[in-house]
């Protein structure tokens, strides 16, 4: 099902963000595009991984201004600074979506939580846990961030991290990747102090002992003095200490016990200091370690695009060229012949859509009344099985265009575009609409869109292409549909294609696949009908098609597409 296919998948969460998502090849991030591999969209962990990767990678896109190649800084700095980053453009994509929680509450179950034992990881997997938990409230995040503090406190110790956490908690209100540079500005000096501060207590260890050393000595010398004016003592008072009681001997014995209790606390305490002295060597150490070391830590999106399983054989139904985007800001040159000529069309079309009363039937993924056609897809992963009517309102609709400017095509270009141009400026302020127009040429050019869903109305990109070549439809419809179904927020998806001829493929299966996901498709035939042609249309479109005989015929037709299209009859 065309509902399964990755381009869907990635398209759904990219398109509202404006980045572009190229499926083929391996994960990651290429400039302002999202890379991705062909992935088994049916498996429910590669989808998640794959909607969590292009979740986190658009977000970057669009919100991130850090560039790590230009800070001059020692690893550990840089690993900071992108997780930090990292997390402050989901938190900026989740106020967008709220939905997103559940999404990133899920990269738990697909990554995995591994025990560090180098300190730089131990470090950033205690700040990358704590910034999911309490940032981004992954709540599936707790027990991991548990973990990675205990261990984090252990090899640094409860006051280093208990500041570090301070300083990362008001994440959140950062404004800018600038602001997270100086948010890693106080953590990386934070730490130098700590490192500083270390030495000068191993230095004043070291002195302490020595002076300790130096004590003892003198101590042992005295004690050898008092003993030798002991010995003579004895000598001066001769036999007279023969005539001591056993209360005197029972005295001596008791002052030994004393002195063996006073022994063993004092070897207590030396042992505890022993062991303060070792653990604080030991965090040193561990915190020097991560200053100076080169290893890079690996980010959750580079993780969730490494948990992506690429596959050899994709559908080829499924499998479209990339679309180039030709939008451009200003106004086209044939902007003010659609207004002149398709005036009135406008004004009656605008009227239609505002006051249209006529029942209207869709489908949507909840409700009360469940269509039996509609039901049968379902085991297919079909979710809008419940139908729905409402009167007075007509559903919220996406268009797709499919243009072809294929080199039989010049003598109606103008035409086609006047009235694609019309038709954008008819459904401007009808805020149900969502229309986007994409032209296909031939000679392995690939799907040019001239005005996409979430684009401003501009015009001037109809400037840029122009007919030529042969007709590959099949390529144009894999994209179009593609990008369709990914508007969500919609009710209906329409598809209609502009034709003029048979074409290098043939796209009978394909519009069949489509149709099963509720896709409304209506073909459009331009020009004198042969016979064979005929056929051709009446093949791939059934009896959904209508023909535009003279190039003057193309704007009122496309407008009578409009009326039987965005509204639909019982």
């Known amino acids: 099902m065309l509902k399964n296919s990755p381009f869907i998948a990635a398209n759904a969460l990219a398109d509202d963000l404006n980045v572009t998502v190229n499926v083929c090849g391996k994960a990651g991030i290429t400039g302002d595009r999202i890379d991705l ?19 986190l990678a658009a977000a970057q896109i669009k919100y991130s201004s850090l560039d790590t190649s230009k800070i001059a800084m020692p690893m550990l700095y840089k690993n900071i600074a992108i997780t930090l980053n990292e997390i402050w453009c989901g938190y900026q994509m989740l106020q967008k979506w709220q939905g997103l929680s559940a999404m990133y509450n899920k990269t738990a179950q697909l990554v995995p939580f591994e025990s ?14 704590s910034l999911m938990l309490n940032t981004l409230t992954a ?7 548990e973990q990675a503090r205990e261990l984090a406190i252990i090899t640094f110790g409860y006051g280093l991290i208990n500041h570090i956490s301070l300083i990362i908690e008001p994440l959140c209100l950062a404004k800018s990747s600038d602001q997270i540079i100086e948010m890693t500005d106080d953590i990386w000096s934070l730490l130098k102090f700590e490192s500083e501060h270390c ?4 230095q004043g260890d070291t002195a302490k002992q020595q002076d300790g050393q130096s004590s003892q000595g003198d101590t042992a010398e005295q004690q050898d003095g008092q003993s030798s004016q002991g010995d003579t003592a004895k000598q001066q008072d001769g036999q007279s200490s023969q005539g001591d009681t056993a209360e005197q001997q029972d005295g001596q014995s008791s002052q030994g016990d004393t002195a063996e209790q006073q022994d063993g606390q004092s070897s207590q305490g030396d042992t505890a200091e022993q062991q303060d002295s070792t653990k604080s060597t030991a965090q040193s150490n561990a915190l020097k370690e991560a200053l100076e070391s080169s290893v890079k830590t690996q980010s959750l999106t580079e993780q969730l695009a490494d948990s992506i399983d690429p596959i050899q054989n994709p559908d080829p139904l499924l499998n479209p060229d990339s679309a ?3 939008e451009a800001n200003g106004h086209s040159r044939l902007e003010k012949i659609a207004l002149c000529e398709s005036a009135v069309l406008i004004a009656g079309l605008s009227e239609f859509l505002k006051t249209q009363t006529r029942h209207s039937e869709y489908y949507k993924r909840s409700g009360r009344r469940i269509s039996p056609r509609s039901a049968i897809s379902l085991a297919k992963g079909n979710t809008k099985i419940f139908r729905r009517q409402d009167e007075g309102i007509f559903p919220n609709t996406a268009v797709s265009i499919i243009v072809d400017l294929s080199a039989s095509m010049k003598v109606r270009e103008e035409a086609v575009k006047l009235a694609c141009i019309a038709l954008m400026l008819a459904c401007e302020n009808i805020p149900q609409v969502k229309i986007e127009v994409l032209a296909f040429q031939g000679d392995n050019q690939p799907v040019k869109i ?11 990109s109809f400037d840029r292409v122009s007919a030529g070549g042969n007709t590959p439809l099949q390529t144009a419809i894999s994209t179009s549909s593609v990008r369709l179904l990914s508007q969500q927020d919609v009710d209906r998806h329409c598809l209609w294609i502009l034709t003029d001829g048979q074409t290098n493929d043939d796209s009978k299966l394909l519009l069949k696949e489509i149709a099963l996901e509720h896709v409304d498709i209506l073909g459009l035939f331009m020009g004198d009908l042969k016979q064979s042609d005929r056929s051709y249309m009446t093949r791939l479109f059934g009896p959904n098609w209508i023909q535009a005989k003279q190039a003057r015929d193309i704007n009122q037709k496309i407008f009578q597409l409009a009326q039987t299209l965005l509204i639909k009859e019982n």
Do not use: M, V
Not at 41 to 52: H, I, S
Not at 116 to 129: M, R, V, W, Y
Not at 139 to 145: A, K, L, Q, W
């Open 116 to 129: 560090a034992d180098e300190p730089t990881n131990i470090l950033i997997s205690f700040i990358h846990n």
């Open 324 to 326: 180039h985007s030709f």
């Open 450 to 460: 001239l005005k996409s869903f979430g684009g401003a109305l501009h015009t001037a």
């Open 37 to 55: 591999p062909h992935f088994d969209a049916t498996d429910e962990k590669q989808l998640d991984a794959a909607w969590g990767f292009t979740g």
């Open 139 to 145: 709540t599936s995040y707790c027990e991991r961030f």
């Open 199 to 202: 030495e000068n207590d191993d």
